[in-house]
């Protein structure tokens, strides 16, 4: 089929319905493909100089097109550490080529990455030393076009669809704020997209946890406790299953336990449990509005480290005084979404979903970005707060989260 006819097929599928079928609500696609790195690959996460061994259980790069027939838009989600807002831009300008622009805005490409410490290291900071990057640029284009290519792949499956959703709580057992115990969000929220015939076409699950147990114990490839939610999603109900992470900075960790391949299999599975449960409660989505607001910004860059970063080469993205990022709002029907550019505190989660009021939310962790800690300001005063030093080393400095903060309310529709 060709690239061109992308739009047309669109108009057909949209035109064609029956005056007597049920009532469409969105039009909808999703398609996945793995990016497991090469062995020996750098790992991205804890020490430098680690390398790929062996593979436990794949990456992917997932996206769902959603559309009303006015509005056209789509959401990657990447099995890795976190990718930066210049390769983000890159599969948004892709995404838009390859469909021909004639149904998806480059910036109507969301793309976020689920923060997964046993793959590959697609920023530079986990090389063989601390002046050499670990990125493997062949890598890292092939990453970017099989992303932008799972949306083209998603565009050119659209079929009509409806969507419900569910939300609930999960991981009192297992997932703690070790720096603040009593901030956390432990919303466990899920939207289905089901065909005419109520098969399942995608779902989308916002959860919030490091995907941290296998971290330095383990040189292989895996998503974590996200592959073992794949995989029992997959085992449920058809179609792709994207994972949302969550805000996950200052600092929400599993509890790790032997940091063995069960562990993470059971709470990766326990997790998908738990969806599904919800699942089977789930209620329609109101609506069928597409919306987008965008906020493109500069932050100040205090920590030298990053500019130092920069001026080795490990870094490729511009950082000088200020670094550039974006935040994105939009909404699917009634339910509404915020991209937060990196590792935001549960408490800017629970502050977003105040802001944006409706049900369902969902906090995109590593969303268009992921410029490290985002902390409120007294980790930088207070050093008795557990792990602030690493914390603070590892941010812009103090000024990100409150910047980063009013950004997400300018984002925010006051309705």
């Known amino acids: ?187 466990l929220t899920t939207l289905a997209f089901t065909d005419q015939n109520g098969n399942n076409i995608a779902t989308l699950t916002n959860f919030a946890c490091h995907p941290t147990f296998y971290d330095a114990v383990h040189d292989v490839i895996s998503a974590d406790y996200v592959g073992a939610f794949y995989q029992k999603m997959a085992s449920a109900k058809t179609g792709e299953h994207l994972f949302l992470q969550g805000s996950i900075g200052g600092w929400v960790q599993p509890d790790k336990e032997d940091q063995s391949f069960d562990v993470g299999t059971k709470r990766g599975a326990g997790l998908a449990d738990a969806t599904l449960m919800l699942l089977k409660q789930a209620s329609p989505l109101e609506g069928t509005a597409i919306d987008f607001n965008f906020v493109k910004f500069e932050l100040p860059v205090t920590n030298p480290a990053w500019q130092q970063l920069a001026e080795l080469g490990i870094l490729t993205r511009p950082i000088t005084q200020v670094v550039k990022s974006e935040i994105a709002w939009f909404r699917i029907g009634a339910a509404e979404f915020i991209t937060h550019p990196g590792e935001t505190p549960p408490t800017y989660a629970l502050q977003s979903k105040e802001w944006m009021g409706s049900q369902p939310t969902f906090v995109i962790g590593l969303g268009l970005d992921a410029i490290g800690y985002i902390l409120t300001p007294e980790f930088f005063h207070n050093e008795e707060i557990p792990n602030a030093p690493y914390l603070t080393g590892m941010s812009l400095g103090e000024s990100t989260g409150p910047i980063v903060l009013e950004k997400i309310r300018e984002a925010i529709p006051i309705e």
Not at 84 to 112: F, K
Not at 158 to 163: D, E, G, T, Y
Request: a neutral charge; hydrophobic letters at 45%.
């Open 1 to 187: 089929m060709k690239l061109l006819t992308i739009g047309t097929l669109f108009l057909l599928l949209v035109n064609c319905q029956s005056p007597k079928a049920p009532q469409v609500q969105f039009w909808v696609g999703a398609a996945s493909e793995s990016i497991n790195p090469p062995l020996g690959s750098f790992i991205a996460g804890d020490q430098l100089n680690r390398k790929f061994e062996g593979l436990h259980d794949s990456l992917f790069a997932k996206a769902v097109v959603i559309s009303n027939g006015e509005h056209t838009m789509a959401i990657v989600t990447l099995d890795c550490i976190g990718l930066l807002y210049p390769e983000v831009m890159r599969i948004r300008q892709l995404s838009a080529q390859l469909t021909q622009n004639l149904l998806l805005p480059s910036n109507h490409v969301i793309v976020a990455s689920n923060h997964i410490h046993s793959g590959p290291d697609v920023v530079g900071i986990w090389g063989p030393n601390q002046w050499t990057s670990g990125v493997d640029t062949a890598y890292l284009s092939h990453l970017i076009t099989v992303a932008a290519r799972q949306v083209q792949k998603a565009a050119l499956q659209i079929q009509a669809a409806n969507a419900s959703f569910a939300v609930g709580t999960h991981g009192f057992e297992w997932v703690h704020n070790i720096s603040k115990p009593s901030e956390i969000d432990r919303s």
